[in-house]
């Protein structure tokens, strides 16, 4: 081992000469320089003409932001009553937290099945969902380019366009209030109606342990517990099941990646050219079209021209042609992705570029 270096000191530690004359002054004069908030801006080569948010807005989202966090803070320390009465949940902080998003994620899915043309005149004392709710249709919005496109593509998304503005027009009015106090009865009823399912979260948790999930093959319904001893419930790591029906063969182990197999392979083998959920995700908005609907289909098109994804010719029903798209790539979605990738330029790159794909390619 290597001697340490050699040090010299020229002071005694503590020799030096040291005195203290108070803290440093400050100038009792000269006022802060007036600052007036600029109220328009330049983004790129284009000018603003108004700020793009108000003091008010800031304010409602410094609140909902905090009651975000006040919500992890209450799921972190849960006593030891409200823990018996959840079976399984997990002791790991984040884990727990994962747990937790997952099921309100599961609650703003059945709230966006429900939502309606009406509710779009609906107030927010009277309609927004839970806050658990809140948090996820929040974060589903951090993305808005993914969200913009979702709410058009996506056919149980489309009333989610129409009542955003309920829930971002709250930020400069109300939402502080709805945060602080209690629910109104018109807002508890309108959750309850909608989705038979209790308004807080951990109660809803409690009355409802399983969930429904569908075989990826034959599309059996089965039912899950979200957790378990094993670890296998469908929010554990290890998640997966079997189709209980005898007559379904030769799929594997149903868990999430196979699940989201199925999911893509449905989306492929969607097969109405002129409706807009033909189109695949992140296909049809760029910067100079918020639905370019012909791009969507020359993309699908173009994806669906590698064998792995082909439609097959003895069949028309979109069901087999889902199971085609699977077993051809066994069940697997990493090469569902790669023989998606492998059609389109620079294998997939972003579908956001600047240069959109010819339609004529
Ligand atoms: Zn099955």
Redesign the pocket.
């Known amino acids: 081992m290597d001697a340490p270096p050699t040090y010299t000191s020229t002071t005694s530690p503590g020799t030096q000469a040291f005195s203290y004359s108070g803290p440093p002054g400050y100038p009792t004069h000269d006022p802060p320089p007036s600052y007036a908030f600029p109220q328009t801006f330049n983004i790129g080569k284009n000018r603003t003409n108004a700020p793009l948010v108000s003091s008010a807005q800031v304010k409602g989202h410094l609140a909902l932001l905090h009651a975000f966090a006040k919500l992890r803070a209450e799921i972190d320390t849960l006593d030891d009553n409200t823990q018996r009465l959840l079976p399984f949940i997990p002791t790991d902080k984040d884990r727990r937290w994962a747990w937790f998003v997952g099921l309100a994620v599961d609650r703003f899915s059945v709230w966006c099945d429900s939502l309606r043309p009406g509710d779009s005149l609906s107030t927010a004392d009277d309609f927004l969902p839970p806050l658990d709710v809140l948090m996820v249709w929040h974060a589903y919005m951090l993305n808005p380019g993914w969200y913009a496109e979702d709410c058009i593509r996506i056919p149980i998304l489309r009333f989610l366009a129409q009542v955003t503005p309920i829930f971002s027009s709250s930020l400069s009015s109300n939402l502080e209030s709805i945060l602080a106090g209690e629910p109104s009865s018109a807002r508890l009823n309108s959750w309850q109606t909608r989705t038979g399912k209790a308004f807080q979260p951990l109660e809803d948790a409690q009355r409802h342990q399983l969930r429904d999930v569908r075989?990826p093959?034959?599309?059996?319904p089965l039912t899950v517990p979200y957790m378990n001893a094993e670890g296998t419930g469908y929010l554990q790591q290890d998640f997966q099941t079997q189709?209980m029906?005898s007559s379904?063969k030769n799929?594997p182990k149903i868990t999430k990646f196979v699940l989201g197999a199925r999911k893509i392979a449905e989306d492929l083998a969607r097969s109405e050219t002129d409706q807009v959920w033909f189109a695949l995700a992140g296909s049809i908005r760029t910067p100079q079209n918020s639905a370019d609907l012909e791009r969507g289909k020359v993309i699908k098109q173009r994806v669906l021209q590698q064998i792995r994804l082909k439609k097959p010719e003895s069949t028309e029903a979109s069901q087999d042609w889902t199971v085609s798209i699977m077993e051809k790539n066994l069940y697997k979605i990493r090469h569902i992705r790669d023989a998606m990738a492998a059609r389109m330029p620079a294998e997939g790159g972003t579908l956001y570029a600047q240069s959109p794909i010819s339609h004529r390619a």
């Open positions: 075989c093959k034959c599309c059996y189709c029906r379904c799929v």
